[in-house]
């Protein structure tokens, strides 16, 4: 399969994101969805959800959550029965925090990038490696950061993988104005040890 990305993003660029997530399984690609279970999540897990049920779901879990994102994760999967795999580091974070220290902050470039591989990149290419999608649908949006700034509705990385972002061009109010219209499981906190603060890449989408 060989994408024309500046003709296909001229056209889902105001599509609706059902329509978007149809047509991303309309490729007929082995295909992921994921999700960070973060503020919002609960949208791009209804869509998946009520469009493809069987369709796996990744979520790398840390094991530095907050209680309340895995309280909201287990509602979320509960209420929309989600085919939920979830992947964790192979040190839980006690060991790791007893070997390595406490959570490096983003000054600490080596001990930072350590732990980012760690804890949120091995076990996202073990999801990979166990799925060998083609295709994966992200719930990432333009306004979020810099670095999604500078991708698209479809983008395709360095491994070859076609990441598709039904809610690109979506706004928070959007997200809230669904997530209130479907009465969804959502969380206001939400902490990511690899960002740190809002605006930064957790990894995931810059590592490939």
Not at 20 to 41: K, N, T
Not at 95 to 110: M, N, W
Not at 131 to 141: F, V, Y
Request: some cysteine; hydrophobic content about 40%.
């Amino acid at each position: 399969m060989g994408l024309d990305l500046d003709k296909t993003n001229a056209e889902l660029r105001h599509a609706a994101p059902e329509a978007i997530v149809r047509w991303a399984l309309a490729q007929g690609l082995p295909a992921i969805a994921s999700s960070s279970m973060g503020p919002g999540a609960g949208v791009m897990l209804h869509l998946v959800s009520r469009l493809a049920p069987s369709l796996p779901v990744v979520w790398v879990d840390t094991g530095y959550n907050l209680p309340e994102t895995y309280r909201t994760a287990e509602a979320l999967r509960e209420r929309l029965d989600l085919n939920l795999h979830v992947y964790t580091p192979a040190m839980t974070a006690e060991r790791r925090q007893a070997l390595y220290g406490p959570i490096p902050s983003i000054e600490e470039r080596e001990r930072h990038e350590l732990f980012t591989r760690q804890v949120k990149l091995e076990p996202f290419e073990r999801a990979l490696a166990e799925h060998r999608p083609a295709l994966w649908l992200t719930g990432i949006r333009r306004e979020e950061t810099d670095f999604r700034r500078g991708l698209d509705v479809v983008t395709r990385d360095a491994r070859g993988l076609y990441k598709v972002a039904p809610l690109f061009h979506w706004t928070q109010a959007q997200l809230d104005a669904y997530l209130a219209e479907h009465g969804l499981p959502d969380s206001e906190r939400y902490f990511d040890p690899t960002k740190v603060h809002a605006g930064r890449e957790c990894g995931l989408h810059s590592a490939a």
